[in-house]
């Protein structure tokens, strides 16, 4: 099973800074068939399903501000928030559909401070 | 609009069995498979299995082999996730949610049911 592991585990963030998560796996989820890596980024608020906002490690999902971006490749990726919102406050995840079993990281909590 | 609505609540007895329903609407059903999803209380989340609306298949994940069982009703869009010899920490949220069908290969989910509450007491 590839395990993701991610840091920090929560993080406090000024409006207006910027938050950054990070998530490693246990091994490569990069595909040479298709150079494509095979990492989602998903933010979940209390009392809701989990929404997807970043898949293929760097490409946004449909309707998403351009203050969350997501880079990396074959192990080690990034979820940036440029300017942190009010509404940005969640957890995150970050996921593998490389092989199953699909794996999830632990989620990052984001607050504001 | 794609929509993914699960049943409601259960609340059920140690070593019974739950079956939650997920009924698609707004996309061809076969053209995406169904995962489901659990999430205890405050923790994060688990896959616990797709199962392909096209031919059918399925594939566990090994925490929960032997208990769980992934099936759908294509004629009313509906895909099924039955959890047997519940226990209390099977207390938990369960998603169904969809990943688009790639040849051999899995997708990201892009769209969650609203989730069904599980509780496992006596």
């Known amino acids: 099973d590839i395990v993701m592991t991610q840091s920090p585990d929560s993080l406090a963030v000024s409006l207006g800074e910027r938050a950054t998560i990070n998530c490693k796996s246990s091994?490569?989820?990069?595909?040479?068939?298709?150079?494509?890596?095979?990492l989602a980024w998903y933010q979940q608020k209390p009392g809701q399903p989990p929404k997807v906002l970043i898949y293929?490690?760097?490409t946004r999902d449909s309707g998403v501000p351009d203050r969350f971006s997501g880079s990396g490749s074959g192990t080690d990726f990034t979820l940036t928030i440029s300017s942190l919102q009010a509404e940005d406050v969640a957890v995150y995840y970050c996921?593998?559909?490389?092989?199953?079993?699909?794996?999830f990281g632990g989620g990052t909590k984001v607050e504001i401070k | 609009e794609v929509q993914l609505v699960q049943s409601g609540a259960e609340l059920k007895k140690p070593g019974s069995t739950v079956k939650i329903s997920c009924k698609v609407s707004?996309?061809?059903?076969?053209?995406?498979?169904i995962h489901w999803v659990q999430q205890a209380p405050g923790k994060g989340l688990e896959w616990m299995g797709l199962?392909?609306?096209?031919?059918?298949?399925?594939i566990y994940a090994e925490n929960f082999q032997g208990r769980v069982t992934l099936t759908a009703d294509a004629s009313i869009d509906t895909a099924y996730m039955d959890l047997t010899s519940l226990r209390s920490d099977d207390t938990a949220m369960y998603f169904c949610a969809r990943g688009k069908r790639m040849g051999p290969t899995l997708n990201y989910f892009d769209f969650w049911g609203q989730g069904t509450l599980v509780t496992v007491s006596s």
């Open positions: 293929w490690a760097s």
């Open positions: 091994q490569s989820v990069l595909s040479s068939s298709n150079n494509k890596n095979y």
């Open positions: 996921q593998q559909y490389y092989s199953t079993p699909v794996t």
């Open positions: 199962f392909d609306p096209g031919d059918g298949e399925t």
């Open positions: 707004g996309y061809t059903f076969t053209d995406y498979y």
